[in-house]
């Protein structure tokens, strides 16, 4: 496989292991961080990881993600390369939601939706191509004329 990651951000199709659900790939897009490639000038440019995450739990990859989606423009999920993702009990409950409803609420006000959830305001295109699914990315702003 021949990619540029200067122009994609690559990422295998992730599984898990226990109930063969997709977690990525074309029966669910959810492209958070799971294992993905890309040139380093993307990771510059944005910034990397925003440490206001380590405040509380979930949602770093749902901002990562979209920033690098918005940088970058194109992910490529490769069906041809399968990752499996090892289950685990959800780190969300082990307090009581309260490291997850403080990174809900940072999300919420950072970028007004969640995203990659629902209500998420990213204007998504997909196409397949060769077992790959081609995600092109933008945002509602840059839609304005």
């Not at 949602?59 to 399968?82: H, K, S, W, Y």
């Not at 397949?128 to 304005?144: F, H, I, P, R």
Request: hydrophobic share 40%; net charge negative; glycine share 8%.
């Amino acid at each position: 496989m021949n990619m540029n990651l200067e122009k994609v951000c690559w990422m295998p199709m992730v599984v898990d292991m226990d109930t063969a659900t997709q977690f990525l790939g074309s029966d669910r897009l959810a492209p958070y961080g799971w294992l993905y490639g890309i040139h380093r000038k993307h990771m510059e440019s944005i910034g990397g990881w925003d440490e206001e995450y380590m405040k509380g739990l979930a949602f770093d990859d749902n901002d990562i993600m979209a920033r690098l989606a918005l940088e970058v423009g194109r992910f490529v999920i490769d069906g041809n390369c399968t990752v499996w993702h090892q289950s685990h009990p959800q780190v969300a409950y082990s307090d009581n939601m309260k490291g997850f409803n403080i990174n809900k609420d940072y999300t919420l006000k950072k970028w007004g939706f969640i995203p990659w959830g629902k209500g998420c305001k990213m204007r998504k295109t997909t196409t397949e191509v060769n077992n790959q699914l081609v995600l092109d990315v933008k945002s509602q702003e840059s839609l304005v004329a």
